[in-house]
């Protein structure tokens, strides 16, 4: 007899095989019909026991959570949405699951109840459809770059520099913590700290990674970063992942390419392999559409939406052409933007981005050159010395998915820049150093990868996205 | 005309192809032959440049560490060590490099020198070809799982609880550093933190692994783990990555097969993927252990260790049998080993393990079915309740590669073990309740990724297989 998995069992095995199949019940009715469900997709296996044969303490014990074995003959089923069921010759209870303790009934629970029991929410269909989703998208970003010749690069998680002011850090420390070793004027002495000067963890692998970039050419980061914000927002993590390549001899067009290219192949892998998940997520982000009023209502469905993605160029435009087009804009004469574009200069906020993607051009957009003091030190400024090579990929529903610029390479203008921003030459030597011995033109982005699954999963909330979220106040599991 | 890299030049394009090429010089001899490399590849392609048609100052400019773009015909080459080489028509100097100030000298290095300016090592072949082959293993090990229906699971890395008391923590914080909020007995109020608990980095991912394995079936973790302790060796790092699968339904033997598997196949897509690389630090070896007195040196070399690997099967054997070969053994009864072995129980050590797998055995070993008390209290209690399901991989000259075991399913054993050991049931109720709810037999092990480097690079000192390392008093770059 063949242990198989339930999409083993669905797929790929022949009618009139025998089966052992290992799994969670999902359903019993009518003590006749179990929907078993193993991860391994999002369909259920139905298994259909003769009761009459079982002992009763035995049916009693087959509730929703149990985890049962089941023997049997795969054959034709007759009944709805599945074309093989196993008829059970064999059923043992492996661990048992009290009916009315058992968190997860079989009916609709809220995403933010789930979010509770975030260690027992794998075994529902929409958040396994999730994760096997974010993980097939983690593959399709190691496979997009090992096969074009990047070396993944794992940058330092605990670092010793703010490496580009991103945002508020988190220390990390083995001082005592309610008595810490003070220097003479009273400030915390970390040279008694366990790496002997303060240390944060990382906002970005940036800096890192185009040290890789100049010795190895092309290279890319993933891994976690974080933000010690008060944010208590649907669309900001305190730990989160992000992807960051950096490209030696690249600039800021080939940059645009890299980012449309690679976001392109990765949707139309989880289009072509997370089918059935896909669709599971369609229905379900349609359902929820219906829930709100007519004017917020999304145009397309998830699928619909994905592949307009990847069969459309994006739309590249200046930041000056984009102010332009805000400015005159009627939810900005209307005064509906929480922030009137008043000209040149302002920062974009999402409502801005979100409506040239959505409203505008119906399309993801990628906006170049901004002003150089809204940027980071690190962008390259243009002739014009007033913008920086920088650009942001903006996505229908999530507003920036991707950041990302052409790096200054100049030794002088770079070091100019951090003067005039205040960030000692001596916390980025190593950094200045790549400019001082052969330097080269070079590029690079960043993405938020709970951003991009948020994308292809329509998940509104980024904490549906990630298996144990961390939010201000939240570190459980 | 072609842009290409030097990888592409030496392998992919035929003789008489126009080719356009960057990289950095690392060496120009006889004004005449320039050594350039991109890091595509550890081989350099040679420039031939016409020194006459050059002007001197740019001549004078060709200096190691330069950045250069070349473009030139590709021709059959005269010289020894590569069929083609550029014989070049326009030469350009991307980035200069000052050959008195740039501390990378055509000439051999120290590690140790090389790690005091990790921002520019990885423009030398040894470092470059350990980062190709860390980039080749990672992808290797994503390959494995996806292949074999594993998701990959993002386990947190800010946690709220101490795992499985795997060592030291680092305290992650956003309190005042030297005025924190105290309660009302004079302790830190981590309610004011960031996450109104105390949190650290995690040690391990393997209890939310477990969580994700109990509704995806298979799961696993690649990622930054943590450990504060002040050790100053060639074997530490205070951040590592690792690998954590977890597999519902496998017992201990599943589990050894899958460790045992799994290494074989990534250790044979570096044999397969990474030729040019391995030879360069085979070489490498074979010149270091020449330095060494005869008894000390290895027997074999580094490719062959590796095909050794690959093509034998690891000896398997309980900790009780390995015991009493190591109690009879010359070194234990000559008092060769630091810590003698009196008898059954001892925790063994690293002379120990080496002694088996490199002395006895010659070959990789498993051990399983360890003394409970002196392992984790997650692992399955054995029927004599003195032993536990746990097993260790050894590897020549590493030791301990692989840790793992069957974990205890049994929801009033596991709570037993967990109050005899003092864990609290408050800050593992998640991990309680999936032995309440479908508990099953299930497996998991972790492997040390830079152990698996080290292994497959040769190279001695585990700094020298991560980018940036982080070890006490280091957390520069």
């Known amino acids: 007899m063949q242990i198989a998995t339930v999409k083993e069992s669905l797929t790929k095995l022949p009618v009139g095989a025998e089966v052992h199949v290992r799994g969670w019940v999902r359903t019993f009715r009518s003590n006749r019909f179990i929907a078993l469900n193993d991860g391994s997709t999002v369909a259920n296996l139905q298994c259909v026991v003769n009761f009459e044969e079982l002992p009763e303490d035995l049916l009693k014990r087959i509730n929703t959570g149990a985890c049962i074995s089941v023997q049997g003959d795969l054959v034709s089923s007759q009944g709805q949405g599945q074309n093989v069921e196993i008829q059970v010759k064999k059923l043992e209870i492996l661990g048992d699951s009290d009916a009315d303790e058992y968190p997860l009934q079989p009916k609709k629970h809220s995403l933010e109840f789930l979010r509770e029991i975030a260690h027992l929410r794998m075994r529902t269909a929409t958040m396994s459809a999730v994760m096997r989703i974010r993980h097939n998208a983690t593959f399709a970003i190691h496979k997009y770059f090992h096969d074009r010749g990047f070396y993944n690069l794992h940058t330092p998680i605990i670092t010793g520099s703010d490496a580009e002011g991103a945002g508020e850090m988190f220390r990390v420390t083995t001082l005592d913590p309610i008595n810490p070793p003070t220097t003479d004027d009273g400030k915390v002495d970390y040279k008694e700290d366990f790496f002997e000067k303060e240390t944060n963890l990382t906002v970005s692998g940036q800096l890192e990674a185009e040290l890789g970039a100049m010795g190895l050419s092309k290279v890319y980061t993933f891994g976690p970063t974080f933000r010690a914000e008060n944010s208590n927002t649907s669309r900001h993590l305190a730990e989160f992942w992000m992807i960051e390549p950096e490209v030696a001899f690249a600039d800021l067009d080939d940059n645009m390419d890299l980012s449309e290219d690679f976001l ?14 896909l669709e599971i997520l369609d229905k379900r982000l349609a359902d929820e559409e219906k829930g709100k009023p007519q004017a917020e209502r999304s145009e397309q469905g998830l699928i619909e939406r994905l592949k307009f993605v990847v069969e459309n160029n994006f739309v590249r435009l200046s930041y000056t052409e984009a102010i332009e087009i805000l400015r005159n804009s009627k939810p900005n004469k209307k005064g509906k933007f929480k922030y009137k574009i008043e000209g040149w200069g302002a920062d974009l906020q999402s409502e801005h981005e979100r409506f040239l993607v959505e409203k505008h051009f119906k399309s993801p957009v990628i906006l170049f050159d901004y002003p150089a003091n809204i940027k980071a030190f690190y ?39 951090m003067e005039k921003m205040g960030i000692a030459e001596e916390d980025l030597w190593w950094y200045l150093d790549t400019r001082k011995f052969g330097t080269c033109v070079h590029s690079g982005f960043g993405l938020g990868f709970e951003r991009l699954v948020q994308f292809v999963t329509g998940m509104g909330n980024i904490r549906d996205v990630i298996p144990f979220p961390r939010t201000p106040g939240r570190a459980e599991f």
Chains 1, 2 share one sequence.
Request: glycine share 10%; net charge negative.
């Open 264 to 277: 392109k192949f990765v949707i139309q892998y989880i289009l072509d392999n997370c089918v059935e998940d």
């Open 379 to 417: 962008m390259r400024l243009n002739e014009d010395e007033k913008t920086v090579r920088a650009m942001d990929v903006l996505f229908p529903g999530i507003g920036e998915i991707v950041g990302g610029s052409q790096r200054e390479e100049r030794y002088d203008v770079l070091k100019g820049k």
